[in-house]
């Protein structure tokens, strides 16, 4: 199992530009998270999902969207990147039910935007 | 509001040097603590989740406690490769993880 990964890797964007984040998960987890990372902050909730089809606003929803067409995929979206969206991107996953249940996470996407 | 704080924020220890890491937090109905390792340049590693008062769980050098308000990280002997940053979260009810800061931990050999 590869479990969660994370497309791309790294990123550099132009202030304006947009790009998708694809999150991949084959553990056939309900529910999928996106996080951001920045020094100082911690790990901050940006979207989340309870099932395919579903999403809602975490912490920092602001400037960013979400899709979850298929059930072992979480898109996320810039639709006009900021320097203040320059982070550290985790997507997580992890089983749904009476839990509580521990988040599975991906390697990261590091994205600059200038 | 449901918070999460961590202390310290950076410990360095030498090698051997038995220490704790602490996490309180401030929850209306605690379903579970999680304890997560962060590597540089890595996503979070799972390590325990405790889940009521009193629990305890180990996991080699690693010994997670957990009371009403807090929960420690209890180190033993550290070896150089137990550095890292580690994370503590917490689920209450049925709203999504909240996670603290971290501590970053150095052990020196």
């Known amino acids: ?114 | 509001e449901d918070q999460v704080t961590q202390s310290p924020e950076a410990l360095r220890l030498q090698e051997g040097e038995s220490s704790s890491l602490n996490c309180s937090y401030t929850v209306s109905g605690l379903r579970g603590l999680f304890w997560y390792r962060q590597d540089p340049g890595k996503g979070p590693e799972f390590l325990f989740t405790l889940y009521s008062a009193g629990e305890e769980k180990e996991k080699e050098r690693l010994k997670a406690t957990l009371t009403k308000k807090e929960s420690f990280l209890h180190i033993t002997a550290p070896k150089p490769e137990d550095s890292a940053t580690y994370l503590c979260a917490v689920q209450a009810g049925n709203t999504p993880l909240v996670f603290g800061k971290g501590t970053r931990l150095s052990v020196i050999a």
């Open chain 1, 1 to 114: 199992n590869a479990g969660v990964t994370q497309t791309p890797k790294f990123r550099v964007l132009k202030t304006g530009q947009s790009m998708t984040l694809l999150c991949a998960q084959d553990m056939n987890h309900e529910y999928m998270y996106w996080y951001r990372q920045d020094p100082g902050m911690g790990l901050r909730l940006i979207h989340y999902s309870v099932g395919e089809g579903t999403t809602a606003k975490g912490e920092v929803p602001d400037g960013y969207n979400v899709s979850r067409l298929k059930k072992q995929n979480f898109l996320l979206g810039l639709e006009s990147a900021a320097p203040s969206q320059t982070s550290v991107y985790f997507c997580a996953s992890s089983y749904s039910g009476t839990g509580p249940y521990e988040q599975y996470f991906g390697p990261g996407t590091r994205l600059t935007v200038t």
